[in-house]
């Protein structure tokens, strides 16, 4: 008891901080978030060309947010295939920080014939490599994915220059696209 008396301060102290640590309650515990999906980088394109389904497979599928004054671009490329399409509606991340690509789904957005010098492209095996007029690709689903790397389906409208004219080439388009800023 003496101790104490001499020592009140320090013993006021002690008592208060262990109450207050006893009225604490323990942070309830949050929910583990879901693990995300993995995606590889690419994809295929299925159209229809010549009367039958052709699969163009390609191992690039970018998602180019540019500067503020430029449209954000959708890049898909391997061999022989080169499609760029372009938007000017800058996308935002949600509230999870993820690519918020909700504006974008079911709205056509316009394929370029030219990309800079580059003539744009697209190998159908088996037919041939043609250029590319135009036409456009539609977002209709997404998911995120882990390290950078979403998954995309939509339709997809290839022009596309032929020996016998322009041609309209339609299909399916799903793939892992890798977001870059």
Known sequence: MHWFRKNRYF???VLGLLMAL???SAPAPSE???KLPEFGEGGTLELQAQGRAVTVRFDSFRLANTDAEAPDLIE???????VVAAFNDKLKDGQD??????PLVSKPIPIQPQAGEEEQTVNLPGLGIYPVLGG?????????GMDGRDWWEGSIELRVR??????????A???GIVPTW
């Open 32 to 34: 583990p978030k879901a």
């Open 97 to 102: 920080g993820m690519s918020d690509y909700t």
């Open 136 to 144: 456009n690709i539609t977002l209709q689903k997404f998911q995120h």
């Open 22 to 24: 006893l009225s604490c």
């Open 76 to 82: 898909i490329d391997g061999p022989g295939t080169s």
């Open 11 to 13: 013993g006021v102290c």
């Open 173 to 175: 388009f799903k793939g």
């Open 162 to 171: 032929t020996a016998a004219g322009p041609s309209t080439l339609v299909g």
